[in-house]
């Protein structure tokens, strides 16, 4: 079993940036299988949609946003071991071209440990301050995969899609993972699984812990995922999972890890991503939890 935490960049904690890289050597000496980030580009002060496309309101802990390709090239430079994620990057609002650029970046920097996890996220803000269309951006990940897979695999490159045209252009630098990184996929709706069976190398899901662990929910999620690739002519055993847990706030480290253990063995999943925004305040805090919960689970 891995396990991993996200570096310091949301909320309170993103005030101490500082030590994101203190906080990723300190994490990798302790143990931590991965690194991750999440992406919030701002949050509206008053949203149309709330946070996870429910209701209307958004957590204080979206507010305070680090940027996550500055804090993971961070950490990527000053560990040498641990997988580094992003779970997940709001990908359609990125220029195709920018994106493979930061993630190329992180991942020669890094030996080849990113793991890019993309998501089309769920605020209509968000996508008017970038000027693009909201209601496309289902339609926008589909060319933005293609368009990557060009990207990372040829040179000269270019794309023409309906919502993405990039012109013939010089490509040479390409990511140290041959042919590409594994792209990991996050949603929970049909269109998004079955995205993910015919696209993605990898599925990320959530759960939060105590309050909305569902299994059955995430069995019946992963079917729709095989399903969809065996209609796609692939093998869905090939389709990696990594799972985040949101920790409510005060939970102790020994109810997150039989949380970890009861999830695991039920599901089969062997990579969990532990959300730390919750459940510290500061940098320093946050570390805490990752030398008080690593000891706690039996990782084989």
């Keep these: 079993m891995k396990i991993g935490f996200t ?16 906080f990723a050597r300190e994490a990798e000496k ?17 949203p149309k949609v709330g946070a996870g496309g429910f209701g209307n309101t958004i957590p204080v802990e979206y ?9 993971l090239g961070v950490a990527a430079a000053v560990t040498e071991r641990v ?12 220029p195709p071209v920018q994106l493979a650029r930061s993630l190329t970046s992180i991942d020669l920097v890094s030996g080849g440990r990113l793991i890019p996890g993309f998501g089309i996220g769920w605020s209509p803000e968000e996508y008017e301050a970038t000027g693009l269309d909201f209601t496309t951006r289902g339609a926008r990940m589909n060319e933005l995969l293609d368009a990557l897979e060009i990207l ?11 919502l993405i045209d990039l012109p013939l252009h010089h490509s040479p630098l390409k990511p ?7 792209i990991y996929l996050g949603g929970s709706a049909e269109t998004a699984l079955r995205r993910i069976g ?13 309050t909305f662990v569902s299994v059955e929910m995430m069995r019946a999620q992963r079917a729709i995922i095989d399903e969809a690739a065996r209609e796609a002519g692939r093998d869905p055993a090939a389709i990696d999972t990594i799972l985040r847990v949101n920790v409510d706030r005060g939970v102790p480290a020994g109810e997150i890890a039989d949380a970890v253990k009861s999830i695991g063995e039920q599901t089969g999943f062997d990579h969990f991503l532990i959300e730390l925004t919750y459940l510290a305040d500061t940098a320093d805090a946050a570390l805490d939890v990752v030398h008080d ?3 706690r689970i039996d990782r084989g």
């Design 293 to 295: 919960l690593l000891p």
């Design 63 to 71: 507010n305070t946003p680090a940027d996550p390709f500055v804090v």
């Design 152 to 162: 990372w695999t040829q040179d000269p490159a270019e794309y023409h899609g309906r």
């Design 83 to 94: 997988q580094l994620g992003t779970h997940v990057l709001i990908a359609p609002l990125y």
């Design 7 to 22: 570096l310091p960049h949301l909320h309170t904690q993103a005030h101490q940036v500082d030590k994101a890289a203190y």
């Design 30 to 46: 302790a143990g931590a299988d991965s690194l991750w980030v999440g992406d919030r580009n701002f949050a509206a002060v008053d």
């Design 176 to 182: 140290a993972q041959r042919p590409r990184p594994p």
């Design 198 to 210: 015919r696209r993605g190398d990898g599925w990320l899901p959530l759960c939060i812990v105590p």
